[in-house]
């Protein structure tokens, strides 16, 4: 398209001349995918589901790159441990790494290994863990609207679901995904096999696989 050709076509051409060039000269993550709040699977940028939760639904933007890369520092509100998480998360980072115990497997921007829950199902997305569930295994939960920064997963696997209580929580191959308040320092997989129901997961959502 040619800017002359766009101009005569009006100002929706001239808008979307304008995002081409955008794209095309910076890294913003308006460029990349969005995932609606409810739905598994990315959808390309600017589509939303048709029929959106009460309160709106603004998306989460996905990274393909690390929030470092991006020129953020911090965690972006994310908390560890027994901390509770009041706050959602502005961004969460989301990368995958091997050990031999855990084979390939998430972890957020504080390296706290992420997990899944037997209970939930994936198709259609849905978690079984409230109350004082969610305590022991808080969700990953972000802001709505908020960035996805991603190391090692690819786009297509991510989701989101709208819980109960109105938060946005991330999927991972469609299943529900959570952190364990027992695990304490970077590393620590202290929830992994409890109650022969929560798993590791891998970057695809399935249960990791030790080496």
């Known amino acids: 398209m040619s800017l002359n050709s766009a101009t005569s076509r009006g100002p929706l051409a001239r808008a979307a001349l304008a995002a081409l060039v955008l794209c095309g000269l910076t890294l913003t993550t308006a460029c990349g995918k969005t995932v609606s709040v409810g739905s598994s699977p990315a959808q390309p940028s600017g589509r939303t589901s048709s029929t959106p939760p009460a309160g709106g639904n603004t998306g989460l933007q996905l990274v393909d790159s690390t929030a470092a890369a991006n020129g953020l520092q911090g965690t972006g509100g994310t908390v560890t441990g027994r901390q509770v998480q ?4 502005k961004w969460v980072q989301l990368s995958a790494v091997g050990s031999p115990t855990l084979g390939t497997h998430l972890i957020n921007v504080n390296q706290a290994t992420l997990y899944r829950f037997d209970d939930d199902s994936a198709a259609p997305s849905k978690s079984a863990c409230a109350g004082e569930c969610a305590v022991t295994w808080p969700p990953v939960t972000i ?3 908020g960035n996805v920064y991603l190391a090692g997963v690819s786009e297509k696997q991510v989701g989101a679901i709208r819980r109960d ?5 991330l999927t991972i191959g469609g299943w529900p995904v959570y952190r364990y308040s027992g695990d304490e320092k970077a590393g620590d997989a202290n929830g992994q096999g409890l109650g022969t129901t929560w798993f590791a997961v891998d970057p695809t959502g399935r249960k990791s696989v030790p080496r």
């Not at 009041?86 to 998360?89: D, I, M």
């Not at 209580?165 to 929580?169: A, I, L």
């Open 165 to 169: 209580d109105g938060s946005v929580q």
């Open 143 to 145: 802001e709505e609207g």
């Open 86 to 89: 009041e706050v959602p998360p």
